[in-house]
């Protein structure tokens, strides 16, 4: 079970080597092919360059800009302030209440056979837990600012 796997490759053999000794002769002769004509061209290679700056200054100053949505700039002012920390207090406490039932509702589960005491009981958690939801889901909405 706790055998060590060797294998048979040369020490020196890496990915790169391998790779290279494939496809080696390829990559010369690309970096020739480019070194060359970087070399008998400067003039071309330079005015590429230039006008590829000049294109890009051009988009920059020219195409519109994308304007960011209003709802999410002004999440934050259209919700007053002193809904933030009454508004957080709710919400850890209705989680609270979320994990409470989700556990009673796990031990429900667990059981072999239920009774009716205990059908009523998950069917008034799960009611709660709808309504506890609702209730997180309205707060989670933004207010409207008259």
């Known amino acids: 079970m706790f ?3 060797t294998s048979n490759r040369p020490p020196d053999t890496t990915v790169w080597t391998a790779f290279y000794r494939e496809f080696g002769k390829y990559i010369d002769g690309g970096t020739h092919r480019a070194k060359h004509f970087l070399e008998t061209r400067p003039r071309t290679v ?4 230039v ?3 000049l294109v890009s200054v051009g988009c920059f100053l020219f195409l519109p800009k994308e304007t960011p949505k209003k709802d999410s700039t002004n999440l934050f002012v259209q919700q007053p302030l002193t809904d933030g920390m ?3 207090v709710t919400t850890v406490s209705t989680l609270k209440e979320l994990l409470e039932i989700r556990t009673v ?3 429900l589960i667990e059981k072999d056979s239920l ?5 009523l009981l998950m069917e008034n958690a799960i009611d709660r837990i709808q309504i506890l939801e609702k ?4 707060a989670n909405k933004p207010h409207n600012s008259p």
């Open 51 to 53: 006008l590829s700056i």
């Open 115 to 119: 009774d009716s005491s205990d059908s």
């Open 46 to 49: 330079f005015i590429a360059m």
């Open 3 to 5: 055998k060590k796997i």
């Open 105 to 107: 509702l796990d031990g």
């Open 135 to 138: 209730r997180l889901s309205e």
């Open 86 to 88: 009454g508004g957080i």
